[in-house]
């Protein structure tokens, strides 16, 4: 990778997500809605003594899920877009690779990620009165690599997409099963045996593994450290899986 051309795309792509409005009030609007929603859902519900409230629970994990649902639907049609209306078989002709591009888009979206939950955070924390024994920071922080997880896992199923439409088919595919597995609806140790070696087998799980670390503990833990670096190896893996799969052009 070329770092200039990379931070050339970086910048591209930040200047058209910044005058893309509707995408910006998807970015900052929609998760501060849904925070909301979740808050008078579980204001009048009671945690038993020693156990967290259940809106802090389910809040927590949910911070680190809407950049991944957002991301991932941001991305897959972002660059459908590009592919379609011939953007993409013209950048390719410059001396821009495809590793700059989709690690561009990586960071670019990766970006907005962190601005994202950095929002969704402090209303959850100033607003609404979220409690975590660790940092609102590292809240962010796996949030943040959770967008970038998403964005690279967009960029590969786009690929595999040749309308809109089938490219917003894929979150059913990609999403529902890790948003179902990961730990919020029922603990993983409590699954069947195949169901917690699928679950295993998910990042998003040790995402919120690693949030659920920052919300039972004060100081950063080696079981949260490890998770993060899971996450984060799991998207490198997918953007390299993007750049593989990267086609010009919609057959």
């Not at 996450?231 to 953007?239: I, S």
Request: hydrophobic share 55%.
């Amino acid at each position: 990778m070329n770092p200039r051309i990379l931070a050339a795309t970086t910048g591209r792509i930040l200047r058209q997500l910044r005058h893309d409005r509707r995408t910006v009030a998807l970015l900052v609007v929609v998760p501060t809605a849904l925070l909301t929603l979740v808050y008078y859902m579980y204001a009048d519900q009671h945690a038993p003594p020693g156990q967290p409230a259940a809106f802090d629970r389910v809040a927590l994990i949910m911070l680190g899920f809407f950049p991944f649902i957002i991301m991932f639907l941001v991305t897959s049609i972002a660059m459908l877009r590009e592919r379609t209306t011939g953007t993409l078989e013209r950048l390719l002709t410059t001396p821009l690779g495809k590793l700059d591009l989709l690690f561009g888009y990586g960071i670019a979206f990766g970006l907005a990620g962190v601005a994202q939950s950095t929002i969704a955070s402090l209303v959850a924390y100033r607003v609404f009165g979220l409690d975590t024994a660790g940092s609102l920071w590292l809240v962010v922080m796996i949030a943040g690599i959770n967008a970038v997880l998403a964005v690279a896992l967009g960029l590969f199923c786009s690929a595999f997409a040749r309308t809109e439409f089938q490219a917003v088919q894929f979150m059913p595919v990609v999403v529902a099963p890790q948003l179902l597995l990961c730990g919020l609806f029922v603990p993983r140790g409590q699954m069947a045996g195949w169901l917690q070696a699928v679950s295993d087998a998910l990042p998003l799980s040790y995402a919120v593994e690693a949030l659920q670390e920052v919300g039972a503990h004060a100081e950063p833990t080696t079981t949260m450290w490890r998770d993060v670096a899971v996450v984060a190896g799991a998207a490198v893996a997918a953007l390299v899986l993007a750049a593989a799969t990267l086609r010009r052009r919609s057959g």
